[in-house]
């Protein structure tokens, strides 16, 4: 007892430095154990204790702003937010592989994942980083032990923040000129500046944004067009194929393309796929290029040709913006009209304002459908009841149509009535990867039976079907399930195979092929238009025909991350594909410097809203 009283006494006297020391100690202690971070230089181990200590430092002094009764409280509340800020990371690091963003916290109802399954986020090794809260309340609370506090002097601790903060700026600049410039590649900001200095950085950011808009003029716009990526066509036998053919685009919640063709115990996880995309253009090396907007994300690579924005979804932050949208472009060019299918909420990812803008004629949401009980799970309307329940309204439509439906049961957490099974779960370590198969399997079975039913309809034989995987379904923290299953090691290249979506078009009557073509997302949009017979040429934009992709040009993802037929560039390494072996960074620096250039154009289009300059 005696011990414990001396204890409270030397803390009460060095409360100010003992909040700060255990702020600094528990934000490294995550940073290792929590992030991942790889720190491979003394440089960045310097960083590694700079960053969260003047951080630290300043959100201490922020006390010391209040009358000296306050103080105290105000030491634990400043506390609690940091080690809230730290903890929220940490949650969202486990599922997403990312860090939390301003964007992400004003559209904390769209993102999917975090609701039904965050108690498999917790550990019981967590309840450490709320230790020093205890003993920072009691003493910040208790009469008899504030008047012991010595509060720090202002300018010595001022003082000592800057020059850690200048230290800490300018080791990280020195490191990579470049972190200023591609603040989307949070993991290199927070290794470099450390997790407080990143979310200061973003809040600007977030901040800033409004008045990019406002300051934007048609010269910005002029300067910008000339930059954006302008196909030309090449008029080979592909091109028009499907000229005025209905446009049935299926967007597959989660689905991985290692799933195509895969057996588990002998039986097929994906039978219908499999022998659809032998009667189909099978595109069997596209990658996910999606951000924190998830499906939105991939609907928007779809619909514009732009990239998505690197915190946040374009839906939600810009849905107002003029785009070169893939409705407007076949309205104009062949008189279609569009149409959305998707049982949700209209509402969520804000689709009922952004599916007006980027224009399309009619959003079937979740009121147009019944819904009980019976036939949900998870996040809503399985897939078969609602590919079922689309047919009738697709039945009413004026041809040609484009019509787009977003399937839903496939989603993290994976939850599926044992009824609905039409393969058993997997059997690895991982329940995440083992429930994925399942549901994957019933998805395939829903898209059988909506073939089936459009056939019966007469809605199959004048139409075009695209098939995509809009993201990865399992994130980096179950990926050791998959590993398993594939008998993979779980190196960086093989994490990047598992980024790949399958990408599927169907032409009734054309003959099928696997090309083997590597592109992203992003293409899905100049291969559909090559395919209708409309010119790339006259709507620039970062899409790219996958009949006639160059492989030398690299799929840019929004972290800034590149890969290319020869080279890939992930977690800063560099790997030379053919041997797997890290390489000088320098043989990707060409690819990195387009990838920059991309994503700096993209951004700059979309937050100052460029497109609504041309053609006026």
Known sequence: MHAMKKMFVILSKHLYLFAILALTVKTIGVMLVGFHLSFKSIEDVILLILAPLGSAIILALISNLVSKRWRPGTLFVVQLLATGVLYA??????????????????????????????????????????IDLILIGFISFKKSKRSEIRYPQMKRYMQTAIIVVIATFGIGLYQHPHLLRTTYDRNLLVRSLGLYHYQLINVVHGIKGPFDRVLASKADAEDVEKLLYKHSDEKDA??????????????????????????????????????????????????DQTAQGKTSDAEFMIDTGLYPLPSGSVFVRRPNNTFQSLPRILKEESDYDSYVFHANDASFWNRDQVYESLGYKKFYSKPKYEVNEKNSVNYGLKDEAFLKQSVPYMKKLKEPYLAKLITLTNHFPFLLDEGDQQIEPAATKVGVVNRYIATVGYEDKALSQFFKKLKDEGLYEDSIFIIYGDHYGISRKYESGIHELLDQEGTPLEHLSLQQVPVIIHVPGQKGKTIQTMGGEVDIRATLMHLLGVSNENYPSFSRNLFDR???????????????????????????????????????????????????????????????????
């Open 238 to 287: 592909s091109f028009g194929m499907a000229k005025g053919r209905n446009i049935v685009l299926i967007s597959l919640e989660s689905t991985q393309n290692f799933v195509i063709n895969r057996k588990i115990d002998g039986k097929e996880i994906t039978p219908f796929l499999n022998k659809l995309i032998k009667d189909s253009y099978y595109f069997n090396n596209i990658y």
């Open 89 to 130: 990371n940490l949650l969202y690091y486990r599922f997403y592989i990312d860090f939390v963003t301003l964007s992400v916290l004003l559209q904390l109802n769209n993102v999917g994942g975090l609701g039904p399954s965050t108690v498999e986020l917790f550990s019981p090794f967590d309840l450490l980083l709320f």
């Open 550 to 616: 160059k492989s030398s040009s690299p799929v840019v993802f929004r972290d800034g991350s590149m890969v290319t037929e020869d080279y890939a560039y992930l977690d800063h390494v560099c790997y030379k594909r053919s041997s797997k072996e890290e390489v000088s960074v320098k043989s990707c620096e060409p690819y990195l410097e387009e990838a920059r250039e991309q994503l700096h154009i993209s951004d700059k289009v979309i937050m100052e809203d460029l497109l609504r300059f041309i053609g006026d």
